[in-house]
C-alpha cells in the first residue's frame, strides 16, 4: 500500500507494517482441531487476524502422523480453517541422535508427512507452508540433550527430504524450511542461529526461529525478587528484550531473503501451571503482550506466535477450551485490528517516557488513523496525545483496557486529548472502528 | 582462503551522506582496569613507559582494586596511594574498586567494611583534596550475582552492602553540586538474569548515590569443545567474534533503563575470552584477533550507547588478559584500543556508515569535530581477504590515507579508491597528513 507519507503530522518516521500475527497451537490441540468448540475457537482466531498457526508434531501430544493421519489431518485442517498458513514443527525425536539410521528415520517420517500433505490439499498451498525442524535444541529438557553438529545433520536431511516431496510445486525454489527454535534463556542461544546461517546449506533456510520469556521462576525462587510486584514491573521492563534479539537475529541474517520470526513469546514459562497462569492469563498478561507486540512491530521481524492460542488448563492460552478469551487475546485483538499488515506505522515516544509508556501509530487505507498505546507502569498513568498523533487529539474513540474495565475493552468516545489508564492498561484511539467493534 | 571483491552499489543508488543529528555524540569514556596486584604502574622500573602507554591510548578511567579492610599500615596505603598517584599521572580518572565484604551475610562485616572504604575515601581527600577525588569513581561490588565469586550474595543483602559503603563514601566527598560518581554492581554478564541485578539496583537504590551502573561482559568462558562449545577452532573463533552484538544490546537495553536519570552506563569489565588459563584464553585476547574483538565491541558500545568501557584488562603481570606486558610491551589490542581512543574522540559526532547498507563482515564507525577532522575506523571481521569500493559509503568517500593496525605495529598507506584487507584487521581512514 503506497500512502505516500513517510512521516506523521508530526515528524515520526513511518514504515510499512509487515509483521504477520500469529499462534502456537499445541498440547491443547485435540479442542482446537476436534473439540466441541472448534469453530467458536477458530471464529475467534480470525477476529485476531492469525496468519500463521505453529503446530507440533512428534512432541506435545501431538496426534501421530502414521497411526492417526485423520487427527492429524483435523489438526492442520483447523489451521486452514482459521485462514491462517500451517507451520509444522518436527519437534524430536527419542532416538540416539548420533544414530545414522535414526536420523534417516525421522527425515523420511518428516518428508512423508509432507508429501501426504500435498496429497491431502493442494501442493500449490502446501509449498507455501513453514517447516521447521526441532524444538528448542538448545534446552536438554525440552529438545533432548541434541548438539549442534548433531542438530545439523538432522536439520539437512528433514529440509532435503522435504524440498523432494514439494518438488513439483518449488519450480526450483527453496522450501520454507526453518529452525532452530531457539530457547532464549540460555546465554547462547544466539549461537545456534549464527550456526544455522553459517554451517547449513543457504539453499535449505527459509527462516529464523528463535523463543523467548523473560522468566521461568517464581517469585522468591532461584534468586528472583521475592514480591510479586517487583517481578511484575522487572519482567515488564524487559519486554525491550523482544525488539533487541529481534534486532541481533536481524543482523545475523541481513543480506539474505530469510524470515525472522518469534515463533514463542509470552510472560512466563513457569513448570506449574497455576504459577505462570497469573502472569499470562490476567490483566498483567495483556499489557506485557501488548508491549511485546510493539517491540515487533518496531524491529521489522516478519511473524510473532504467541504461547499458546487454545488452551486447556495449561497457564499460557488466549482462549480456553470453551473459546472464552482472557485478556491477553483482547489486547492482541486491539493491535491486529487497528495495526495492519501493510499500513505505515511509527513509533512515537522516546525518551525517559518510554519506560512507563509505549505506542506505535499507525496510517492506513482512506485515511485511517490509530494509536495503540500501552502503559507500562502500575500506577495510575495521564498522557495527552497531541504530541504522538496529532490528527487524533481532537476526537475519535477510544478504546481501553485496564483495572477500571476489568480487563475488558470498554468502547468510548475520545474527548480531552488525554488517554487515563488505571495502573497497567492497553488503549486505542481511532478514527476509524473495525467492523464489529461497536457491538 | 578466498578473496571477495565487493563491487560499489553505484553512484547513482547512493544517497547523499547523511550527518547525524546533532546530538549523537561520543559519550563513551574509553578506559582500562589494572590487573590483579599489579603494581608496576607505581613501582616497576618501566613506571614512566608505562604510564606513556596508557596516557597514550587516551585513557580516561582506570579501574583498581583495592581491598579497604587489609592491615591499614603504613606500607600498605603508601602502596595505594603510589598507584592512585600514578594513575592520575596518566591523565586518567580512577575508578577506585570494592569487592563485597566476606562474610557477606555478618553484620559486624559489613559495618566494618563500609567503614573501611569510607576510611580509604576520607585517606584519599586528605592526600589529593576533595575537588581531586570527587571526580572519581568508586565501585563497589565484583559480580555479585556470580556464585563463583560472591558465593550465595542476594540482592537485597548486596543493596544493604551498597547503600552503606555509598554512604561512607559520600560523606568523605563532602557535599556536591552533582551526585557523586559512586556506582555498581559489575554484574557477570554470562548469568542468564544480570538484567535482573542491574534493573533492581537502578529501581531500588536510591538514585542518589548512584552515579553510574556497571556490567562486565566477555565473549566466552568456555574452552573449544567443552561444555557444548564448538570444537572446530575455526567455528569457535567466528562464533565468538559474532557475540560482540551483545555489546550492542546490553547498552542499550541498560540505557533504556538509565535515559534521563543521570546515571552513566558503563560496561566495567570485557574482553573476548574469560577463561583463566593463559594457554587457551592469551590466543584470543592478545592477538589481532583480540584486537578485532575488542575494536568490534568498540563500535557496539558506541551505537549501544554506552557512557564507558574498562578493557580487562590495560596490564597485567602475567595471565591471558593483558594489553601491555609488565615490560609495556603493546599487544595487538593495546593497539587497536590507542588507534580508536586517539581518533575517535569523546564528544566527536558519529555515524555508522555501514548500518545503511551492510556488508557482512565489516563494521565502522566515522567521527568527526567541528574543526573539520574527519577520521573512520574500519574492521574486518573475518580470515578471508576481501577488497571493497569506498565510494559505496558515501561517508567514507575522500578519505584517501589508511593507517593500517598489524600485529605489532600501524602502517600508513595511502589508498585509491578501494580498501583491502587479508584477514582480521582494522584501519583508520582519514584525509590529514597527520593523525
Redesign the interface.
Known amino acids: 500500500m503506497a500512502l505516500g507519507k513517510s512521516k506523521t503530522g508530526n515528524g515520526v518516521p513511518l514504515t510499512p507494517m509487515r509483521l504477520q500475527y500469529g499462534v502456537n497451537e499445541s498440547d491443547s490441540w485435540w479442542h482446537f482441531a476436534l473439540g466441541p468448540n472448534r469453530e467458536r475457537l477458530w471464529e475467534r482466531l480470525r477476529e485476531l487476524d492469525v496468519q500463521i498457526v505453529r503446530l507440533f508434531l512428534f512432541d506435545k501430544h501431538a496426534p501421530n502422523a502414521v497411526l492417526d493421519w485423520p487427527s492429524l489431518r483435523a489438526y492442520i485442517q483447523a489451521a486452514l480453517n482459521v485462514g491462517a498458513t500451517p507451520f509444522l514443527t518436527f519437534a524430536k525425536f527419542n532416538r540416539p541422535f548420533d544414530d545414522a539410521r535414526a536420523v534417516r528415520w525421522f527425515a523420511e517420517q518428516c518428508s512423508e508427512i509432507a508429501w501426504s500433505c500435498t496429497e491431502e490439499w493442494p501442493g500449490e498451498n502446501v509449498k507455501n507452508w513453514y517447516w521447521c525442524v526441532w524444538n528448542e535444541p538448545n534446552n536438554d529438557w525440552i529438545g533432548g540433550g541434541i548438539?549442534?553438529e548433531h542438530y545439523r545433520v538432522v536439520y539437512e536431511q528433514v529440509a532435503r527430504g522435504i524440498a523432494r516431496s514439494l518438488a513439483p510445486w518449488l519450480n526450483g525454489n527453496a522450501p520454507r524450511v526453518g529452525g532452530p527454535s531457539v530457547e532464549g534463556?540460555?546465554?547462547?542461544w544466539?549461537?545456534w542461529v549464527?550456526?544455522l546461517l553459517?554451517?547449513v546449506d543457504d539453499s535449505l533456510i527459509g527462516f529464523v526461529n528463535w523463543h523467548y520469556y523473560p522468566e521461568w521462576r517464581a517469585a522468591g525462587e532461584a534468586?528472583?525478587?521475592s514480591d510479586l510486584e517487583?517481578m511484575q514491573?522487572?519482567i515488564m521492563?524487559?519486554a525491550?528484550?523482544f525488539g533487541?534479539?529481534a534486532?541481533?537475529v536481524g543482523?545475523?541474517i541481513?543480506?539474505r531473503p530469510l524470515l525472522n520470526i518469534c515463533g514463542e513469546w509470552n510472560a512466563h514459562s513457569h513448570y506449574l501451571p497455576a504459577v505462570r497462569k497469573r502472569f499470562n492469563q490476567s490483566l498483567f498478561g495483556a499489557v506485557y503482550g501488548a508491549a511485546a507486540l510493539v517491540q515487533f512491530l518496531r524491529s521489522g521481524i516478519d511473524a510473532e506466535m504467541v504461547w499458546t492460542g487454545t488452551d486447556d488448563a495449561c497457564g499460557y492460552g488466549i482462549l480456553n477450551a470453551n473459546a472464552e478469551p482472557t485478556p491477553l487475546y483482547h489486547s492482541k485483538r486491539l493491535c491486529s485490528r487497528y495495526v495492519r499488515y501493510g499500513d505505515q506505522i511509527g513509533f512515537p515516544i522516546v525518551?525517559?517516557a518510554?519506560?512507563e509508556w509505549d505506542a506505535v501509530v499507525s496510517h492506513g487505507a482512506n485515511e485511517r488513523r490509530s494509536l495503540f498505546l500501552v502503559h507500562l507502569a502500575d500506577q495510575p498513568g495521564r498522557l495527552p496525545i497531541e504530541n504522538l498523533e496529532p490528527a487524533l487529539a481532537k476526537a475519535g474513540y477510544l478504546i481501553k483496557l485496564d483495572a477500571s474495565t476489568n480487563a475488558q475493552p470498554v468502547l468510548a468516545p475520545f474527548r480531552g486529548g488525554k488517554i487515563e489508564l488505571d495502573g497497567f492498561g492497553v488503549a486505542v484511539v481511532t478514527n476509524e472502528l473495525a467492523p464489529g467493534q461497536a457491538d | 582462503m578466498c578473496t571477495r571483491k565487493i563491487q560499489s552499489a553505484g553512484a547513482e543508488k547512493c544517497a547523499p551522506t547523511q550527518w547525524p543529528d546533532r546530538d549523537q555524540r561520543l559519550r563513551l569514556r574509553y578506559g582500562l582496569n589494572l590487573g590483579e596486584h599489579w603494581k608496576n604502574l607505581a613501582f616497576g622500573p618501566l613506571r614512566e613507559e608505562l604510564i606513556t602507554r596508557i596516557r597514550d591510548a587516551g585513557t580516561a578511567l582506570v579501574r583498581v582494586f583495592l581491598d579497604p579492610t587489609s592491615d591499614a599500615s603504613t606500607d600498605c596505603w603508601r602502596e595505594c596511594a603510589a598507584l592512585l598517584g600514578a594513575i592520575q599521572q596518566t591523565g586518567a580518572t580512577p575508578m577506585i574498586a570494592f569487592s563485597c565484604p566476606v562474610p557477606w551475610n555478618d553484620s559486624a562485616a559489613v559495618q566494618k567494611f563500609s567503614r573501611a572504604c569510607g576510611e580509604l575515601a576520607g585517606r584519599c581527600r586528605a592526600r589529593w583534596g576533595s575537588h581531586a577525588i570527587t571526580s572519581w569513581f568508586w565501585s563497589i561490588g565484583d559480580e555479585p550475582n556470580s556464585p563463583w565469586t560472591n558465593e550465595g550474595i542476594t540482592f537485597e543483602a548486596y543493596r544493604d552492602i551498597y547503600e552503606r559503603v555509598a554512604n561512607a563514601i559520600r560523606q568523605e566527598l563532602g557535599s556536591l553540586e552533582e551526585r557523586p560518581r559512586i556506582g555498581g554492581p559489575c554484574v557477570d554478564g554470562f548469568q542468564p538474569f544480570w538484567f535482573d541485578w542491574i534493573w533492581r539496583f537502578a529501581e531500588e537504590v536510591d538514585n542518589s548515590l548512584i552515579g553510574f551502573v556497571a556490567w562486565n561482559r566477555y565473549g566466552e568462558w568456555r574452552e573449544p569443545g567443552g561444555w557444548s562449545a564448538p570444537a572446530d577452532p575455526d567455528v569457535f573463533e567466528r562464533l565468538l567474534l559474532s557475540r560482540t552484538s551483545e555489546y550492542w544490546s546490553r547498552a542499550k537495553a541498560v540505557a533504556s533503563l538509565l535515559e534521563g536519570r543521570g546515571i552513566l552506563n558503563i560496561c566495567s569489565e570485557l574482553n573476548a575470552h574469560s577463561h583463566t588459563d593463559p594457554t587457551i584464553s592469551s590466543r584470543f585476547n592478545q592477538s589481532l584477533f583480540g584486537a578485532v574483538y575488542y575494536a568490534s565491541s568498540l563500535i557496539d558500545l558506541m551505537r549501544g550507547g554506552a557512557d564507558g568501557e574498562l578493557l580487562w584488562a590495560g596490564a597485567c603481570a602475567l595471565g591471558p588478559y593483558g594489553a601491555l606486558s609488565a615490560r609495556g610491551e603493546p599487544t595487538p589490542t593495546y593497539l587497536a584500543k590507542r588507534l580508536i581512543a586517539q581518533n575517535v574522540r569523546f564528544g566527536d559526532r558519529i555515524l555508522f556508515p555501514l548500518d545503511r547498507d551492510p556488508e557482512a563482515q565489516l563494521d565502522a564507525v566515522l567521527g568527526f569535530d567541528d574543526t573539520g577532522r574527519r577520521t573512520a575506523i574500519v574492521i574486518h571481521r573475518s580470515r578471508d581477504a576481501v577488497q571493497v569500493q569506498l565510494d559505496r559509503w558515501p561517508e567514507l568517500a575522500n578519505l584517501f590515507r589508511a593507517s593500517l593496525l598489524c600485529e605489532s605495529c600501524v602502517r600508513q598507506e595511502r589508498l585509491g579508491d578501494t580498501l583491502s584487507f587479508d584477514g582480521y584487521g582494522i584501519v583508520l581512514l582519514h584525509d590529514e597528513e597527520n593523525v
Open positions: 548438539n549442534f534463556f540460555q546465554p547462547f544466539l549461537d549464527w550456526r553459517n554451517e534468586a528472583a525478587a517487583t514491573n522487572l521492563a524487559q525491550q528484550q533487541l534479539r534486532t541481533q543482523r545475523l541481513r543480506g525518551g525517559p518510554k519506560r
